[in-house]
T-cell receptor, first 110, second 115 residues
Framework: GQQVMQIPQYQHVQEGEDFTTYCNSS?????IQWYKQRPGGHPVFLIQ?????EVKKQKRLTFQFGEAKKNSSLHITATQTTDVGTYFC??????????FGKGTKLTVNP | DAGVIQSPRHEVTEMGQEVTLRCKPI?????LFWYRQTMMRGLELLIY????????DSGMPEDRFSAKMPNASFSTLKIQPSEPRDSAVYFC?????????????FGPGTRLLVL
């Protein structure tokens, strides 16, 4: 079945450093979404990408959708302690269901 | 808007007991999803409803799990009998439309511990 893999599983950075998480699908995706889950919280929608090669920005966050629509990335510039949490990608492929990756847990050392 | 409401927020029970989790989706949303989150398996979709009708329950682990949506503003997930391996955080989410690519709004979750 459809699988969505995320790497790395964990990332620890110093405040001010950049951070990137990568998402790869076993199948072509019609769209991909990114969610953030704070420690002890619930997933919160960040953004959706639908077009091949699409790039979207939200302040210090940059989201990309690959040309083949099978991969995506989230890049955070100059991390802050408020960026702490787990970042999930979720994609819709052949299964016609939104399948979540296992997430990348980001910790930021002040 | 109050967002998705789940109850209880925490549940501790003993093996063999029945557990009922409750969810109230965002008003006007047509789709409702039940997820289970564990460290080992991540976020797993258990079942989802569209217009109160179960569309895909292929993620429901086994017959001990059942879900209902008697009306547009209420859904339950029941585990009977519960087992220690059911310990997890159970999230309910809702979305406005029926498509799988719709943005999902998650509730705060129910943290279930089965002893």
């Amino acid at each position: 079945g459809q699988q969505v893999m995320q790497i790395p599983q964990y990332q620890h950075v110093q405040e001010g450093e950049d951070f990137t998480t990568y998402c790869n699908s076993s199948t072509t995706l019609s769209n991909i979404q990114w969610y953030k889950q704070r420690p002890g919280g619930h997933p919160v929608f960040l953004i959706q990408l639908v077009k091949s090669g699409e790039v979207k920005k939200q302040k210090r966050l940059t989201f990309q959708f690959g040309e083949a629509k099978k991969n995506s990335s989230l890049h955070i510039t100059a991390t802050q302690t408020t960026d702490v949490g787990t970042y999930f990608c979720a994609g819709v492929g052949g299964s016609e269901k939104l399948v979540f990756g296992k997430g990348t847990k980001l910790t930021v050392n002040p | 808007d109050a967002g998705v409401i789940q109850s209880p927020r925490h549940e501790v029970t003993e093996m063999g007991q029945e557990v009922t989790l409750r969810c109230k989706p965002i008003s006007g949303h047509n789709s409702l999803f039940w997820y289970r989150q564990t460290m080992m398996r991540g976020l797993e979709l258990l079942i989802y409803f569209n217009n109160n009708v179960p569309i895909d329950d292929s993620g429901m682990p086994e017959d001990r799990f059942s879900a209902k949506m008697p009306n547009a503003s209420f859904s339950t997930l029941k585990i009977q009998p519960s087992e220690p391996r059911d310990s997890a955080v159970y999230f309910c989410a809702s979305s406005l439309g029926a498509g799988p690519g719709e943005t999902q709004y998650f509730g705060p979750g129910t943290r279930l511990l089965v002893l």
